[in-house]
């Protein structure tokens, strides 16, 4: 593997890993959803990234491809998220910030990983 496949390696792992972490603090402490059982969306949104999270870590291109579409429902969920707390009268910065954060993460990881796939 050439410097630039390890590097979009390093990159997808890294925004993988603090996807995962935004999530347990956004619903575990700093936005948690207001109507639901506590930890029912901590469980819900994190439990799925951590299932590939393992054939990430021994660098399993297929997994890689697979996570890549598994990204995208976050992804859509933090444009939904973020654009409901942008325009609503009571905006809530906490959780637009993450929702941006989730964006950014998620946009982060599906360019890196396509790059990784490439490079491979």
């Keep these: 593997m050439n410097d630039s496949a390890k590097n979009a390696y390093r990159l997808a792992l890294g925004s993988y890993i603090s996807l995962i972490v935004l999530i347990l603090l956004w619903e575990g402490w700093l936005a948690p959803a207001p109507n639901a059982p506590p930890g029912f969306w901590l469980a819900f949104k994190s439990i799925p990234l951590l299932i590939p999270l ?47 954060l989730q964006l950014a993460l998620t946009m982060v990881f599906f360019w890196a990983t396509v790059v990784y796939l490439k490079k491979i």
């Design 54 to 100: 393992f054939g990430l870590l021994r660098e399993r291109p297929g997994v890689f491809a697979v996570t890549a579409m598994l990204i995208l429902v976050y992804f859509s969920e933090a444009i939904a998220v973020s654009w409901v707390a942008f325009t609503s009268e009571q905006t809530d910065p906490v959780l637009l910030t993450c929702a941006l």
